[in-house]
């Protein structure tokens, strides 16, 4: 199994970017999934995170500017990012609840991360 996200670069204050993340393998549910993000020097924090069946959580950080939604169909999570703040830089880590066979357990998968970075 492999979580790859992709979408990061610079942008300018109040610009926008959009992540993805997209889950591919031997897959057979993927439940929870979620952003993450580690700005320098700090420890990785929750930014948002989705159910299968799309129940959201948002820290209030980011709360009415990010909005995750995901494709189940497609294996896939994004992370629509408006009203950008220089305190937004991190690299953004997709976090995924996966299931590989019926009756296997569950395991949670990471990205290798996206760097966002806003300028002021």
């Known amino acids: 199994v492999q979580v790859v996200e992709s979408g990061g670069g610079l942008v300018q204050a109040g610009g926008f970017l959009r992540l993805s993340c997209a889950a591919s393998?031997?897959?057979?549910?993927?439940?929870?999934m979620g952003w993450y993000r580690q700005a320098p020097g700090k420890q990785r924090e929750l930014v948002t995170t989705i159910t299968r069946d799309g129940r959201v959580f948002d820290v209030d950080s980011v709360k009415g500017r990010f909005t995750v939604s995901r494709d189940n169909a497609k294996n896939t999570m994004y992370l629509q990012m408006t009203s950008l703040k220089p305190e937004d830089t991190a690299v953004y880590y997709c976090?995924?609840?996966?299931?590989?066979?019926?009756?296997?357990?569950?395991?949670?998968?990471w990205g290798q991360g996206t760097q966002v970075t806003v300028s002021s």
């Open positions: 976090h995924a609840n996966i299931q590989t066979t019926m009756r296997g357990p569950r395991n949670v998968y």
């Open positions: 393998g031997s897959i057979f549910n993927i439940f929870d």
